[in-house]
């Protein structure tokens, strides 16, 4: 499985909503506190891009020398219709300051140094150390994810209903039956598949082997569906 490292430092790099959280900072429109773009530094910050007129970037500026504390709340969101579809949220908490120069007119750039990470996912809840965030490596397939799985779910639902073969024990009554089969989530190491109906479960089906690109996830997928099919 990813380590909690590496799924927060994915939720940071995808394109789930995020907000900035700032004491003392409201606003009437929420979505002025959502960053327009973010990435992570080479030392594990957090860049943040805001217009230049935004209520973080006011706030970072009177900060000045003082430590402004702030949390970016991530939250990652299915992009196929199932129920329960918050897939999980990851919070970093840090300092803010504004880093003049580095964004075109109009905008500023914001800096969080983290202090403190955590993620509560589909696969649970843990603390990330900044060292292991620093160092950890985004899943290559995020950046397809969403894409993936809305094909999956319109065009071979079919072939995901047919996973439920694999399941053995683990699929009780109904399973595959009554039930609709959704693919909820993919990464590296497998798909995830959210089976709806009298009872609700998700079901991990493992690769034989992590994917390191959309070639391979393809390959991964095809032997995925071939065993169920025998």
Known sequence: MPSAAERTRTLVQSTCSAVLLIPGV???????LSPQARVVGPDGEVFLLY????????????AQDDELSAVLEITDVAP???PHRIRGRAWISGWLTCVPGLAEPG?????LEVGELSVDDLWGAAEVEPEEFAGASVDPVVAHEAELLQ???????EQVQGLSA?????????AGGGQQAVPLALDRF???????????????????????DITELRRAMHTLFEAAGH
């Open 26 to 32: 409201e606003t009437t429109r929420p979505e002025q």
């Open 51 to 62: 217009p230049a007129d935004s209520p973080a970037v006011r706030a970072a500026t009177h």
């Open 80 to 82: 196929v219709s199932v």
């Open 107 to 111: 905008f500023m750039m914001l800096r």
């Open 151 to 157: 094909h999956l779910h319109s065009a071979h639902g």
């Open 166 to 174: 694999l399941l053995g024990d683990q699929r009780g009554e109904g």
């Open 190 to 212: 497998g798909l995830r598949v959210r089976f709806v109906g009298e009872r609700c479960f998700d079901a991990r089906f493992d690769f034989p082997a992590p994917v390191r």
